[in-house]
């Protein structure tokens, strides 16, 4: 009974999170009347004007399109019904990914964190962000290829939590402004949380798992 209740607890949390990071890419879409053509008033693109058409803009586009996308194929692929049923669609998809996020969502998004507004810290979080996401993609990627799948699943996990980065951010950022809080350490320090603190929880849950199962096997 106990196990079924936490199956249960499991199955309710994820598609709690499931539909949040629906809900961010569909937020982010629409916030795409503000950006084609650029409305330096909204609240993301005040204060970029004298750079904005200087380069700044091809990263910019380049990540608001790409990064959606990963997120939706992301949410595809870590579905592990949808990878058992459709595999060779899994493997296509996965190539996409994999493509989207080394040539597109990472290079553009270490592009744009060197203009970060709040500073040194946000602009280092956000460039770690990226190069720690171009990491596990690939690899997750070369252990695909060696067919070391286990190894693999875990990666695009990591992968996958470190694009869910963007929910979490607007998620504090949510929080700050129902608190009516304008600290200005918030936004650098939620640079970081937003991905380093789900890849560590993520981290202790497997470890855990692996533990237990380690003491199952002793017993």
Partial sequence: MQRKRHVILRRVIAVLA?????????VVVLSY????????ASDFLLGRKPYFFHGYH???YTHILSGPLSLVLGMILVNEPFRRRFTPLHRVLGRIQVANILL??????????????????????????AIATGF?????????V???????????????????????????????TVADSEAGWIYPAAAWASWLV?????????????????AYARN
């Fill in 136 to 144: 596990c993609v690939l690899m997750g990627w070369r252990r695909a």
């Fill in 33 to 40: 009347r503000n950006y084609m053509p650029p409305n330096f």
């Fill in 198 to 214: 789900p890849l560590v929880i993520y981290e202790a849950w497997t470890n855990a798992g692996w533990l237990q199962q380690g």
């Fill in 58 to 60: 091809l990263a910019f």
């Fill in 146 to 176: 060696q067919r070391r799948i286990a190894e693999h699943r875990r990666w695009m996990w990591r992968c996958f939590l470190l694009l869910c980065s963007a929910v979490v951010l607007r998620m504090i950022g949510g929080l700050a």
């Fill in 18 to 26: 499931w539909l949040l990071i629906v809900k961010i890419v569909i």
């Fill in 104 to 129: 597109l969502v990472a290079p553009s998004g270490l592009w744009m964190s060197w203009y970060s507004m709040t500073g040194l810290m946000a602009g280092s979080g956000f460039a770690s962000l």
